[in-house]
RNA sequence: UGGGGCGUAGCCAAGUGGUAAGGCACCGGUCUUUGGAACCGGCAUUCGUUGGUUCGAAUCCACCCGCCCCAGCCA
């Protein structure tokens, strides 16, 4: 057991536990989703926490899925969470379902109801809302709250057989309609819902509602820390009501905050609408913050786990900037990831004293922050593609690539001169006529003299042209949500989140490049191998480089 | 005077009576065949406010202010 570390209030509670001896030193999680829609990264800090934990003083974690709402749930989800939770790097001891528990669960309602502490009411669901009472005023009694349990039990039975409607009866808590606390106010247990169950089929049609379902699906598997968002400190009464009701295995519901992120919405209801409308491919469009979406843009599992634990686990509601997000991205990418040269906007550098019909292979390291990744080799040849972006005809202050009669480094190749600059009728500059210095092959300068810039290049005969797709924020506002009256988030949707670069030049090696490959494009970001990839070669654009010429750039256009 | 939570730097966050960790961002600098990475340095006399207790308070007490959650037969 370690207790060295950054630790976080849940983590002390467990820590304490072990140290007093409840239950028995043994530390059991779980991760309960409702299989109704996709993971994203705001899930991802709940399995962080709940594997995590668990790992760390040895304990078990549970896969769990919440699915007593037969309505929402589908198999493809069950699928899609499970390949998500391993794909982040965990691994569940149990895997169950809350609906594996319905028997128990009924069988336990009987006992309460046979207790006096449940009863069968027949309000609708608007004068259930009625009596409820309102946040400064309390709640009335239902007329059915005094049914004999003999009536309860046998109209409980009926309900359960099929013999009422939809909406017709619940099953309720008898507790306090008086209660401060809204939760208790007798609070709905089951409802009827003739409905397929996508694991029980048409068994039942009684389901129970979370709070019944939740803290006894806890005490079944004997989990002793039940970890879940803030919202649901308002539960916790009725979590305890019935575990205390039912005297079953005590566990304790924690509460942490929910992970906020900027420029990001991380909300099931609106994350379906941008994929419903089509303002994003499918869950798993690379500009989505699901895990789904992540993995394809490029994320790794190592640095989404990273930046979990970078940001604590407290209860205040904050919003992390996305760049916290970004900096583990970029950490992780930078390690591992092999490094290649792609030109995305290509302008032709002819190297007029270079021999028309020579090749040379130019050796080129794959990774600097990994010597094992050992080295390749580049073709290079008299016609070149550069960035064009890393040619001024006029350069501004600061600017240090090429100029006209400047020199700079290719990388791994050759220092080169501007000479001349070519231009098309229309005055747009088409091509670069250069010379080289033969004397400095591999970009040594074996007479000391300095370059200010080296910049990447690919040769024009045997680039291979690729699909770039980059991606920016999906919203332009910090906060998507922040909309003027009548106006929804989808009114912040970034125009240009999306821009699609169509004939970039790569260099050879990356041919064959399987899906999910990864690279750093040098100077320029980190990609990987979009899963449309194929005779056509198509990448996305994970995140760039730190860009701190675009920092200066700005700063002098923005006049500072 | 409904209940439950939370306020420490631009953001996240340690800290639980002994004189404000760390990370992101930002700003300098070193180094560099990626304007990347790495490295060095800077960045809260003050902890929502105001009082009080104390030799000593972000930590204890009181009041006030602000923000979040709860009135689904959703989870």
């Known amino acids: 057991m370690s207790t060295e570390g950054p630790s976080n209030f849940i983590r002390d509670i467990i820590i304490e536990d072990i140290k007093s001896g409840k239950y028995g030193g043994r530390v059991q999680t779980r991760f309960p989703p409702e299989p109704n829609g996709y993971l994203h990264i705001g899930h991802a800090k709940a399995i962080c926490l709940d594997f995590g934990l668990a790992a760390e003083f040895g304990g078990k974690c549970n896969l769990r899925f919440d699915d007593t709402n037969p309505s929402k749930e589908e198999t493809e ?315 001024r005809e006029d350069p501004p202050k600061q600017f240090y690539r090429l100029a006209p009669g400047r020199e700079v480094r290719l990388r791994y190749a050759y220092l080169i001169t501007c000479k001349e600059v070519i231009k098309d009728s229309s005055g747009r500059i088409v091509e670069l006529r250069c010379t080289y210095d033969p004397a400095t092959r591999g970009g040594n300068t074996p007479d000391g003299r300095k370059v200010k810039s080296t910049i990447h290049w690919v040769s024009a005969a045997h680039a291979l042209s690729a699909e770039v797709r980059l991606y920016d924020n999906l919203f332009v506002k910090e906060d998507p949500n922040d909309v003027a009256e009548g106006q929804d988030f989808t009114a912040n949707l970034h125009p240009e989140s999306l821009q699609v670069l169509h004939d970039c030049k790569v260099e050879p090696s990356l041919r064959d490049a399987a899906p999910g490959t990864k690279y750093q494009f040098e100077r320029l970001g980190y990609y990987c191998v979009d899963r449309d990839s194929g005779q056509r070669l198509v990448f996305n654009r994970t995140i760039g480089l730190r860009d701190t010429w675009a920092k200066i750039e700005k700063r002098a256009t923005t006049g500072a």
């Open 77 to 391: 989800y069950v699928n899609a969470i499970m390949e998500d939770v391993q794909w982040l790097g965990f691994q569940w001891d149990g895997l169950y379902y809350a609906s594996d528990y319905f028997q128990q669960l009924y069988e336990w309602a009987i006992q309460l109801i046979t207790a006096g502490k449940a009863y069968v009411c027949d309000l609708s669901a608007d004068e259930i809302r009625a009596y409820r009472g309102t946040l400064t005023e309390p709640g009335r009694e239902s007329p059915y709250r005094n049914r004999s349990v003999e009536e309860n039990l046998d109209l409980f039975e009926r309900m359960k057989k099929g013999e009422f409607p939809d909406g017709s009866r619940t099953l309720r808590a008898r507790i306090d309609m008086t209660s401060p606390i809204l939760n208790l106010r007798d609070p709905v247990m089951y409802r009827i819902l003739h409905m397929d169950h996508h694991r029980t089929g048409n068994e039942w049609c009684i389901y129970p509602m979370y709070d019944y379902a939740h803290g006894q699906s806890d005490s079944i598997e004997h989990v002793t820390h039940s970890m879940c968002t803030l919202e649901f400190e308002n539960n916790r009464p009725l979590y305890n009501w019935f575990i205390e009701q039912l005297g079953i295995f005590p566990s304790r519901q924690y509460e942490f905050d929910r992970l906020a992120l900027t420029h990001t919405l991380l909300s099931k209801r609106k994350l379906l609408k941008l994929v419903e409308e089509r303002h994003v491919e499918g869950w798993d469009d690379p500009r989505m913050p699901t895990l789904s979406g992540m993995r394809r843009r490029g994320y790794t599992p190592e640095a989404i786990r990273n930046f979990c634990a970078s940001v604590g686990v407290s209860k205040t509601n904050g919003i992390t900037q996305l760049q916290q997000l970004e900096y583990f991205l970029r950490q992780d990418l930078n390690r591992i990831v092999p490094r290649v040269m792609c030109v995305q906007k290509p302008l032709r550098v002819v190297i007029e004293n270079y021999p028309d019909d020579l090749v040379e292979e130019m050796e080129a390291i794959n990774n600097p922050e990994d010597s094992s990744a050992g080295t390749r080799t580049i073709p290079f040849s008299r016609t070149l593609y550069i960035e064009e972006d890393d040619f």
